[in-house]
Structures are given as structure tokens and as C-alpha cells.
């Protein structure tokens, strides 16, 4: 999308490239198949809401532009590009996700910073990745939400109905620095080694899976009642 109605489409990198304008309602239709919709952010620092079902791009400063609704798409990636960039992420079904934050890639903690928030229901499972600033989750048993180039990550219960969502975060196979604090009831942060310190909003349990390796796992409640459940699981070497 390049404005309130209009933007540019391009199917599998070939001509032709389809440019609209005036448009009240975008939609595309992957049309069966295995098939995979980018759609890329703006220059700016922009908030980006997407789900199982359409995009929107908001850049700051400027209005919303024209929202991105799809139908039979398996696979979604949103490209924040440059700017300090919000993505605020509902899981889904049928759709798997990923979200790269681009340019600037900045440090993790620095004030420059691309953002994941990701609404639960019931469930979250955190594993990180290659690099500090990848990993992915699997929330509520839906697809797989994968991030790349994000500094700061959150997941919020959305409505804390049928309950506060169970934690899990896991490890990798080397030896891993796991670290929970407890901020305030149900609210915590876990970094896994030099990945963000995600924000859980609403969490009952949690499960610090340190998977194979050495690992060291810090748990600091920080407040004399968290109200989570807190499991620890070295696993091996025992």
C-alpha cells in the first residue's frame, strides 16, 4: 500500500506490476495453492496490525493506508523496512506469519527499537533463533509467528478468558543465559542469552525449558505476588 487508496501489486516478481488509486476495498485472492503474500511497510516508523485475514499499514504522522485483505494465502510477511516500526500480531489458523522489523537494526534494549506485540488466548511458545533478534512463536496452538530484526517483543492476554494463557520458553541445544523477572501480578519479562527480554502480560504459568547444554536460569520475582506458576526444566545433561 503507497496511500489511503492506492498501492502497487506484483505477482511472483514478474510483469506486469498492477499500480491502483481510488480504491474503497483491496483484496487479494491467492486462489489455492501454496501461496505466500508480502506486503512491505513504509519508509516511516509505521504501527502495522495484522491477522489471518488483512494488513494495515499506518505510518506515523500520515493517514492509514489502504488496507491489505486477503483470502486463500498459507503464508504472510510484513516488511517493516526502515523506521522504528510497531507490529501488533494476531495469530491465525490457517495463515503462518513472519514479520521482519528491517532497518535500523539497533541493539537489543537500544531506544531505537522495531516492536512485536502478539495477542493469546490461551497458550505461548517462545523459541529463539539463530540470531538475537530472530526467534518465533506458536500461539495458542495456531501457526507459527516468526520474527526477524525485532528488538523489543510482547505477548498480551487478550482477554485473560478462559484464563491467564500458560508460558512456555525454551531454550537451544548449546548453553543457554535464561533470566525471568517479575515486574508485577501475572507480569514478567524472560530473555533467552542476548534475545529481548519478551513482555508476558497476563501469564498464570510458565515453563523455562533449558533444553541440552549448560544452562543457567535466573528466576527473580521481584514482587511478593506474581500469582504465576513457575516451572524449571534443565533438562539434560542431569
Known amino acids: 500500500p503507497l496511500g489511503v487508496n492506492s498501492g502497487t501489486l506484483q505477482a511472483n516478481g514478474v510483469a506486469p506490476v498492477v499500480n491502483f488509486s481510488e480504491t474503497g476495498t483491496f483484496t487479494v485472492d491467492g486462489s489455492g495453492g501454496t501461496d505466500l503474500l508480502v506486503v512491505n511497510g513504509s519508509e516511516d516508523s509505521d504501527t502495522i496490525t495484522a491477522d489471518g485475514n488483512d494488513v494495515l499499514v499506518d505510518p506515523a504522522g500520515e493517514p492509514a493506508r489502504e488496507q491489505v485483505n486477503y483470502t486463500s494465502f498459507n503464508s504472510l510477511q510484513v516488511n517493516g523496512l526502515f523506521g522504528n516500526d510497531t507490529f ?13 522489523g528491517g532497518d535500523p537494526i539497533a541493539p537489543i534494549g537500544s531506544v531505537f527499537v522495531d516492536t512485536l506485540n502478539i ?8 523459541a529463539p533463533g539463530p540470531e538475537a533478534d530472530e526467534g518465533g512463536f506458536v500461539i495458542d496452538g495456531n501457526e507459527r509467528i516468526s520474527y526477524d530484526h525485532i528488538e ?22 548449546g548453553d543457554d543465559d535464561i533470566t525471568l523477572i517479575g515486574i508485577s ?10 534475545g529481548p527480554a519478551v513482555l508476558y502480560i497476563g501469564a498464570g504459568t510458565v515453563e523455562l525449558q533449558g533444553k541440552s547444554g549448560d544452562d543457567d536460569i535466573d528466576v527473580d520475582l521481584n514482587v511478593t505476588t506474581l500469582g504465576t506458576t513457575i516451572t524449571v526444566d534443565g533438562d539434560l545433561p542431569t
Open 88 to 100: 501488533n500480531v494476531t495469530p491465525s489458523s490457517a495463515v503462518s506469519m513472519f514479520i521482519d
Open 119 to 126: 495477542t493469546a488466548d490461551v497458550s505461548s511458545v517462545f
Open 152 to 173: 523489543a517483543v510482547s505477548v498480551i492476554d487478550s482477554t485473560q478468558s478462559p484464563g491467564p494463557i500458560a508460558s512456555t520458553v525454551c531454550g537451544t541445544n
Open 185 to 194: 501480578p501475572l507480569v514478567f519479562t524472560v530473555s533467552v542469552n542476548d
